[in-house]
């Protein structure tokens, strides 16, 4: 009597174990580049981490997505301020040093550059 219920548990445990899909590992790195890329950092590093426990017999994508990993972990440990925390930092620096100057300063913001126009 147990060897008709069995076949059919076993149809249907092959079946569901057969159905579930591996992530491809190299759409992963790809996706660990464009994150790079737009700037999220720490979800580099979590997807970088997660391509490790993933794929683990490939070493050579391993290897580079630990790369792009690291980068991130420099660019974060050397630039922690926001764009606009290091703007309104460097305007308020520059204009406070220029006070004494004659003519009008602007501040260039994406060459990070003091200019003066002064006037004749």
Do not use: H
């Not at 092959?14 to 992530?23: D, E, K, N, V």
């Not at 440990?77 to 204009?95: G, H, K, M, T």
């Amino acid at each position: 009597m147990r060897i008709p219920v069995l076949y059919p548990a076993l149809f249907i445990l092959l079946l569901f174990t057969g159905c579930i899909q591996q992530p491809d590992c190299k759409e992963i790195f790809k996706q660990i580049a464009e994150e790079l890329n737009a700037g999220n950092l720490k979800k580099t590093g979590l997807l970088a981490d997660s391509l490790k426990a993933i794929c683990g017999g490939e070493d050579q994508l391993i290897n580079k997505a630990d790369s792009l990993s690291r980068i991130a972990e420099r660019i974060y440990l050397e630039f922690p301020f926001a764009e606009e925390q290091i703007i309104s930092q460097d305007v308020r620096y520059l204009a406070g040093s220029i006070a004494g100057q004659e003519g009008n300063f602007y501040f260039d913001k994406w060459n990070y550059e003091m200019k003066t126009e002064y006037k004749k």
